[in-house]
């Protein structure tokens, strides 16, 4: 883009005055710009392109980290929950001992619901606040036209 702005730019002057050689070379310049632009284009949508692959990436990654949470918690609430809803049913003194181990699972299995929830909440909200429009493409096409609104 830059070569392009050079080459209008060194090619303005000499446009101030119209002579036989430049109305001769008119269709060759719109040939030119029309190449110029194409290639512009070209360019913008492997931008396009990168910027939405990195994208892609992020939510790849938060969404394995919430996968991964929610496995985490799982495991925990299926095995070591069971040991410890077992030490939690010495703490209770009911007179029958299924009532202890009941009340010890209930209290272990909310410690782990609430902990594999707050990891779950914490990526799910990270990856509600990340901004999937591509910035940088989006600023270089809005510099593009106006930069073509100025040249037209």
């Known amino acids: 883009m830059a070569e392009l702005e050079r080459r209008t730019t060194a090619a303005a002057p000499a446009t101030q005055q119209h002579t036989q050689a430049d109305i001769d070379s008119l269709p060759g310049l719109f040939g030119r710009l029309g190449n110029d632009v194409m290639t512009l284009v070209d360019t913008k949508l492997s931008l396009i392109k990168v910027e939405l692959k990195e994208e892609a990436a992020v939510y790849a990654r938060n969404g394995a980290m919430i996968a991964i949470g929610g496995v985490l918690a799982a495991i925990g609430f299926a095995l070591f929950n069971v040991a410890v809803a077992f030490s939690i049913s010495t703490l209770f003194t009911f007179d029958r001992q299924p ?3 009941a009340m010890g699972f209930v209290l272990t299995s909310l410690l782990y619901l609430v902990l594999g929830g707050v990891l779950v909440v914490v990526f799910k909200n990270r990856l509600a606040a990340h901004n999937p429009v591509p910035q940088r ?5 809005r510099k593009d036209k106006q930069w073509l609104k100025n040249e037209m």
């Open 99 to 101: 009532l202890n181990y």
């Open 137 to 141: 493409t989006v600023e270089e096409i």
